[in-house]
């Protein structure tokens, strides 16, 4: 009889625990359905032929942005094609803007966070497909200094962990300046640096290197595709400018025979050799011959500012090459404090002999790595593994177990 009731209840369990992980990958599933705008998320708006309407602005702690026209707006949970939805209906009931001219993106997600035995906790850009591995990398890897204590062993670890955390950033920035050359020179594509990376290391380094070529592959293709765009523009706007400058040309001409075919008919008038209503009738063609020219000069005046504009966007697309001459230097200067960090440490790995490089003994186990994110508004806890996938706003909590020896301690 108890042993029925024992193999009832653990029935009763095995299924609540499996109808809780169906209900969490359900909602996860949904949450991965259609992204959902928050606060950090960078959004533009453009609006054809308005420049003043057009606005990039990013969402507040409360989930609204501010445009022109609307103000406020309060977009936190809608998917973006709601919210173009929303904005088209509400910019359109301007008489100048129509439906189609409203375009919306999102230019920027928000941020991540980690936080745990990382090098450098924080927030950091959310990119398209980013691992819990590429967040470790962007973070600076694994960093044992937080498993610190009085023992000697564990002081010679946290030198340890700080030698390697700046041997991450030194082959990061090798890593950045490789490919800021290769943009330099025009290069979609460029061969990874001799690191200066340990063996314990390479993972880290190998996704940077992936990420630092995607990163180099979406700046090239995004200005050569700005420049493409802008050139075909001024080639457009050029073609409008003379048309205009022909036509008003035309108009001045045609004006200027009204004006003389008038003089005649009102001398003529004078003499009462002309028709009677001849004189109103050239005048009204005269007022509307001017209207005409001066419309038209308008109108060669906006596309004369509409083709210097495109011309400094041209100019200040072709500009990119001096920033990164100036992000390159940046980056060697980085580089070159990096070595002199390094160099400091090598020295106090030195003077603290050899005790802490054999804290531990072979490889360390796969870290504990949980990841907080908001389903329908909720935080929800998530066992993760270095390839789940991150999400914007995700929090990644990561806990290292080491393997210790000689130190009488053990995770």
Partial sequence: MLG?????????????????????????G???????LGSGDVIEVAVFGRADLSRRTSVDVDGNISLPLVGEVNVNGMALTELRSKLKNLLSTNESVRPADVLVDLIE??????HGDVARAGSYPFKPNLTVRHAVALAGGMDITRQRSNNSPLEGAALRGRYNSLLVDASRQQIRITGLRAELEGKAEFEAPASVSTPADKKAIAEIVQLEKASLQARVSALAQEREYLGRALGLADANVSALDRAQKQDEEATRQQVEELTKIVDLSRRGLAAPGRVSEEQRATVLLKSREMDTASRLAIARQSREELRRKLEKADDRQTRVVRELQDAITALEGLYTQLAAVREQLALAGSLGMQMMSGDQNPPDIVIIRKIKDAPVRLTANEDMNVEPGDVIELKLKLNWTGSGLAN
């Fill in 4 to 28: 029925s009731l024992r193999l009832i209840q653990l029935i009763s369990w095995s299924f609540r625990g499996f109808a809780i992980a169906v209900f969490l990958a359900g909602m996860c």
């Fill in 30 to 36: 949904t949450a991965l359905a259609e992204y959902r």
């Fill in 109 to 114: 997600h928000r941020p991540f966070y980690i």
